[in-house]
């Protein structure tokens, strides 16, 4: 069985920093490729970045340079956010895919095509 377990969410002030975690429980097979997504009131969901298993990370144009993800050894994801604005403001789910589809990491972020998501942590930016 495989969970995803968001945590580090909460109220900033803008120009503030968050760091989100993500932790992976069941097979470590399961997280090849990771992700972050959000959704903010009244919008649609977006992908705000992902990581694969070779370490490669991609940024939606919105967040370039002022987030970034990275992954330990726990099979912990991480989104370090900094400079944060309040359209920032969203519910964060973390998300895991295996990779056995090769995907592009763009299109899987656009297409949010990963197995398995967690249920969301609040990031309020005021």
């Known amino acids: 069985h495989v969970q995803l377990v968001e945590s580090g969410g909460g109220s900033v002030q803008a120009g503030g920093s968050l760091k989100l975690s993500c932790r992976v429980s069941?097979?470590?097979?399961?997280?090849?490729?990771m992700g972050w997504f959000r959704q903010g009131p009244g919008k649609e969901r977006e992908g705000v970045g992902g990581i694969e298993g070779s370490g490669s990370a991609t940024y939606a144009d919105s967040v370039k340079g002022r987030f970034t993800i990275s992954k330990d050894n726990d099979n912990i994801l991480y989104l370090q956010m900094n400079s944060l604005q309040p359209e920032d403001t969203a519910v964060y789910y973390c998300?895991?895919?295996?990779?056995?589809?090769?995907?592009?990491?763009?299109?899987?972020?656009?297409?949010?095509?990963?197995?398995?998501w967690g249920q969301g942590t609040q990031v309020t930016v005021s």
């Open positions: 069941g097979s470590p097979d399961c997280a090849y490729v």
């Open positions: 998300a895991a895919d295996p990779g056995i589809v090769r995907v592009g990491l763009a299109t899987r972020l656009r297409d949010a095509a990963f197995r398995y």
